[in-house]
């Protein structure tokens, strides 16, 4: 979804550059406050020095975070710069507006290149202090059969779930933007996976009208296009998967990658869910 809307002419997309990446690390780690206050001693020597050196060889958020700022073309020095502009303006990264700001301003760099209207990024879910932040914000949902979520995290990724887990993380989560939704005067939308991904155009068509934007045909040619993120994919999970047109390959893989005892143990934890929303 991101890279669809990445490909929208009026919209700039960045990856997984979620805000809590940049909480300054705890005693186990380098410690980011001791980073940034050298940083604003000399920026550019620095962050060079620290992240692409000694604190890259640490297993960081941090570091993660730069990866993630790749795939939306933004590249060390350009980060440097973007920390300095942020610092000068008095703006920290220990607060969540403050660090959510750098998010918007790494995107914004992106949009402003790229010639965009509207920057948007994949975020996780405090829906409230988001609003707060950001009151005439768009909010897009991806609901998925959660037997099929729990199937992908058993063979992509190192997400270590019991499916216990992933079930009933699945219905929190739905039952979360639900009651967010409710009050969001149609800001917030459901996108209905299988619904996309058997009838892409329509069902793309039909979402741009709730956004606001105007139809264009690189929504369904992403694939083709030269976005950030097929030049710079930084250990994206699905990397490959989005060089290839929306497919419906994957609805209902959880009757092929889930074992019996799987399925019952996930239906038995989200069974109600998966009836209220039509799953069989």
């Not at 570091?63 to 020095?77: L, N, T, Y």
């Not at 009151?135 to 995290?153: C, K, N, T, V, W």
Request: contains cysteine.
């Amino acid at each position: 979804m991101a890279t669809v809307l990445d490909a929208h002419p009026d919209v700039a997309m960045s990856y997984e550059t979620y805000e809590h990446l940049l909480t300054p690390a705890d005693n186990r780690d380098y410690q980011l406050s001791d980073i940034l206050e050298k940083m604003r001693k000399d920026p550019l020597r620095s962050l060079k020095n620290f992240l692409f050196s000694d604190f890259k060889k640490k297993n960081s958020n941090f570091v993660k975070f730069v990866g993630r700022a790749e795939r939306a073309d933004i590249g060390s020095e350009t980060l440097v710069k973007l920390f300095k502009e942020h610092f000068e303006e008095g703006l920290r990264l220990e607060s969540f507006r403050e660090r959510m700001l750098f998010v918007e301003r790494l995107t914004r760099e992106k949009m402003q290149r790229e010639g965009k209207k509207y920057w948007g990024a994949k975020i996780v879910s405090i829906y409230d202090q988001l609003d707060e932040l950001y009151p005439e914000a768009r909010y897009l949902f991806m609901l998925r059969d959660g037997r099929d979520i729990a199937a992908s995290r058993k063979k992509v990724g190192d997400f270590n779930q019991t499916i216990e887990h992933i079930a009933d993380g699945w219905c929190r989560q739905i039952k979360k933007f639900e009651k967010f939704a409710s009050g969001s005067n149609g800001r917030a939308v459901f996108v209905p996976y299988e619904n996309l991904a058997q009838n892409p155009e329509p069902e793309l068509q039909k979402l741009m009208e709730k956004l606001g934007l105007p139809w264009s045909d690189r929504l369904l040619s992403f694939h083709r296009l030269n976005l950030s993120i097929h030049r710079n994919p930084t250990g994206h999970l699905s990397g490959k998967q989005v060089k290839n047109p929306i497919n419906a390959s994957s609805i209902g893989r959880w009757k092929r990658d889930l074992t019996w005892g799987e399925i019952a143990r996930f239906e038995e934890r989200a069974g109600k869910m998966l009836e209220k929303l039509g799953y069989s």
